[in-house]
């Protein structure tokens, strides 16, 4: 049974920064490629951001680019989600994700529960 667990979500000012942190077990970890989704209320989930089972390959969505970083350590069996200049429209429940194919955009195998994200003006 893989588990995708996240955590770090909270209310920040806009312009603030925050790390979400999605820990992994049930599974080899290196062996999945791991992404974010995020959905805000009324909208549909969308990617934020994916990266490879090694790390040297990274997405990320046009709205958040040079914004946030995804970074994971295989050792901690974690990814990483560090999101900086957040805005109002960043407000929204993250769930992390993870696929044994190699886009994840294509297809999730395994999802988080999710972590509130909100932004106040």
């Known amino acids: 049974q893989v588990q995708l667990v996240e955590s770090g979500g909270g209310l920040v000012q806009a312009g603030g920064s925050l790390r979400l942190s999605c820990a992994v077990s049930?599974?080899?970890?290196?062996?999945?490629?791991m992404g974010w989704f995020r959905q805000a209320p009324g909208k549909e989930r969308e990617i934020v951001g994916t990266i490879t089972w090694s790390g040297r390959s990274t997405f990320y969505a046009d709205s958040v680019k040079d914004r946030f970083a995804l970074f994971r350590d295989n050792a901690k069996n974690t990814v990483y989600l560090q999101m900086n200049s957040l805005k109002p429209e960043d407000t929204a429940v993250y769930y992390c994700a993870a696929t044994l194919l190699y886009d994840i955009r294509a297809n999730v195998d395994y999802w988080g529960q999710g972590t509130q994200v909100t932004v106040s003006s």
């Open positions: 049930g599974r080899t970890f290196s062996s999945l490629n």
